[in-house]
């Protein structure tokens, strides 16, 4: 099994999340930190009409990027973020995290503001725990690592 990630608010910390735990360079590929909307559409595929439509903080913008991500790193398995960590110019704090494969993707929007250091925690433990949930599902296996491993 292999996994990549595409990350804008979350500015890599979903990669040290992964490479924090012994033996990541057996499944853990390579990620990107897509802060530009030019970096999403040229290294990960998100449309630019997608942005438009939909905005770049949006669940269409982080699916895709795991989708992008997946293409790139050529991995069965990414990660993503998209968001707003604080809330600034009229934006409240939305952030989107994805995970999945490229033709099975899942996400969900977290709005609660506990200070933008924290937001970012969050949504990278979030997303976490939710790709581990999906592995053990998707595999049917008690624990990622008897996947990771394998």
Known sequence: MSISTAESCTGGRIAAAITARSGASKYYEGGVVAYQNAVKEQ?????????????VVSREVAEQ??????????????????????????????IWVAWGCADDVHSLCLREDFGR????EIATECVMDEFEKYVQQRHNV?????????
């Open 43 to 55: 290294m990960l595929g998100v449309p630019h009409e997608m942005i438009e439509r939909y905005g």
């Open 65 to 94: 990027m795991v989708r992008g991500a997946c293409a790139l790193f050529h991995t069965d398995y990414a990660l993503a973020s998209t968001g707003y960590a604080e809330a600034w110019e009229g934006h409240e704090v939305e």
């Open 117 to 120: 250091v924290k937001n970012v």
């Open 142 to 150: 008690h624990s990622v690592s008897e996947v990771l491993m394998a």
